[in-house]
């Protein structure tokens, strides 16, 4: 069974920018998406690639936010620019539609000044 593992968040100011990385312990393949879940909201899917590279992004990130993903590296990465305080949340990376032994344990993002 493949094990995802998220890196890359922390503290950020407003306007800022951080690169989320998915490490995979086995091949990629589908549909991959990188989600959030905010305190007391649900998780939602903020950005997917298909192994063709065909992207979709959650219109509160369209523009500010790219995926993209390597693999012969087995990796997804998330480029997040111009943050903003509402995208403060726990950052995960799952297969689309999520797989729930895929969940891994995310990465904090904090977007405060």
């Known amino acids: 069974q493949v094990q995802l593992v998220e890196s890359g968040g922390g503290l950020v100011q407003p306007g800022g920018s951080l690169r989320l990385s998915c490490a995979a312990s086995?091949?990629?393949?589908?549909?991959m998406g990188w989600y959030r879940q905010a305190p007391e909201k649900q998780r939602e899917l903020v950005a997917s690639?298909?192994?063709?590279?065909?992207?979709y992004y959650a219109d509160s990130v369209k523009g500010r936010f790219t995926i993209s993903r390597d693999n012969a590296k087995n990796t997804v990465t998330l480029q997040m620019n111009s943050l903003k305080p509402e995208d403060t949340a726990v950052y995960y990376c799952?297969?689309?539609?999520?797989?729930?032994?895929?969940w891994g344990q995310g990465t904090p993002v904090t977007v405060s000044s």
């Open positions: 086995g091949s990629l393949f589908g549909r």
């Open positions: 690639i298909t192994h063709t590279v065909s992207t």
């Open positions: 799952n297969l689309v539609p999520a797989a729930p032994p895929y």
